[in-house]
């Protein structure tokens, strides 16, 4: 009895090892957001330093850089736009699914929220 528990509590060990692994997403990626419009897919590109995070966002309307955070398999940013309504911070927070998916909710102030999802791309 004694060692099947100490053999459970081992794997169990193991096992948040391996989930609390190291996660760089360092890169660029494909990043599609899904509004009530439609979906809009543009480039974004990652530079992880330990925990922090910096974000450019490529689209038509130019690009954008933010910073933010990776803490496990947790990613957050935020972004700030100048509009002609003053400036406007938009949110992004998602879960590093694999090293090639992410997936998230953007909260985009009193124009509520939508889901997006960034695929690695590769060479």
């Not at 543009?42 to 925990?51: K, L, S």
């Not at 690009?63 to 911070?89: C, L, Y």
Request: aromatic content about 8%.
């Amino acid at each position: 009895m004694r060692k099947t528990y100490l053999l459970f509590l081992v794997l169990a060990l193991l096992s948040l090892t391996a989930l609390a692994k190291d996660v760089n997403v360092t890169g660029d990626w494909t990043f599609t957001i899904t509004t009530p419009q439609g979906e809009r897919t543009n480039d974004i590109t990652f530079v992880q330093d330990g925990e922090k995070l910096t974000v450019t966002m490529k689209s038509p309307r130019g690009e954008v850089t933010g910073e933010g955070t990776v803490k496990g398999n947790d990613i957050e940013w935020s972004i700030t736009r100048d509009t002609p309504r003053g400036q406007f911070t938009i949110t992004y927070k998602g879960k590093i699914q694999d090293e090639n998916t992410i997936t998230g909710e953007v909260e985009m102030g009193n124009f509520g929220t939508a889901s997006w999802k960034a695929v690695r791309k590769t060479s």
